[in-house]
């Protein structure tokens, strides 16, 4: 199994290396601290990735379908009828 440092890691997943190490603190990005070093495992890394790709995508989706669904909505209108006024005197 091939194993990658921080930096590796990061750069990987596209992030900066401080990004990752607070991913990593966090528990959302699955890595191993040894010693004082974060050790993450490829494939733990290619998995991550596919499931933010899964996750991302159905959310896309969701949005996607209620926008189409906001589109044959009918549009309520968000203007109030105008009050009727009392008519002033005139000037003469």
């Known amino acids: ?13 596209k992030v900066s290396p401080s990004t990752a190490q607070e ?3 966090s528990g959302k990005l699955p890595g191993a601290k ?3 070093a974060w050790v993450f495992l490829v494939e733990d890394l290619v998995e991550y990735l596919r499931e ?3 996750i991302q995508r159905e959310v896309r989706r969701e949005q996607t379908q209620s926008t ?3 589109v044959l909505l009918p549009k ?3 203007r109030r ?12």
Do not use: H, N, Y
């Open 68 to 70: 189409a669904i906001a």
């Open 23 to 25: 991913m990593a603190a």
């Open 34 to 36: 040894i010693g004082r």
């Open 1 to 13: 199994m091939k194993t990658l440092d921080l930096e590796q890691a990061a750069d990987f997943l």
């Open 81 to 92: 009828e105008l009050p009727e006024l009392p008519e002033l005197p005139s000037q003469v």
């Open 52 to 54: 933010q790709v899964c």
């Open 76 to 78: 309520r209108s968000r």
